[in-house]
Nanobody
Framework: QVQLVESGGGSVQAGGSLRLSCAASGYTYTMAWFRQAPGKEREGVARIYTGSGNTVYADSVKGRFTISRDNAKNTVYVQMNSLKPEDTAMYYC????????????????????WGQGIQVTVSS
């Protein structure tokens, strides 16, 4: 089965930047980033199709975050710029190995592989 390992989290001041990485041990079709803050629901941040490179973003991060992939390294990144305190959360990498018709990319249940999570903290 696919193993996902996140790296690159940490603490940053508002307006700063971080880049998260997610390395996959096997084939993936869709890779996505989710986040969950204490007391809140898990929400989709962005997703990418590893084959085509097609990307989708949550409205809350459009223009600030960029998801990309390096297929040679089997790794997906999210570059997070202009960070805000409300971006503070545990960030999770997720993946599937096929497309899902009629199911939103931002539905956590559609992904069967998950990383352990990595903390991002943005101070004001």
């Amino acid at each position: 089965q696919v193993q996902l390992v996140e790296s690159g989290g940490g603490s940053v001041q508002a307006g700063g930047s971080l880049r998260l990485s997610c390395a996959a041990s096997g084939y993936t079709y869709t890779m996505a980033w989710f986040r969950q803050a204490p007391g809140k629901e898990r929400e989709g941040v962005a997703r990418i199709y590893t084959g085509s490179g097609n990307t989708v973003y949550a409205d809350s991060v459009k223009g600030r975050f960029t998801i990309s992939r390096d297929n040679a390294k089997n790794t997906v990144y999210v570059q997070m710029n202009s960070l805000k305190p409300e971006d503070t959360a545990m960030y999770y990498c997720a993946a599937d190995q096929r497309g899902y018709a009629g199911v939103s990319w931002s539905t956590p249940a559609r992904y069967n592989y998950w990383g352990q999570g990595i903390q991002v903290t943005v101070s004001s």
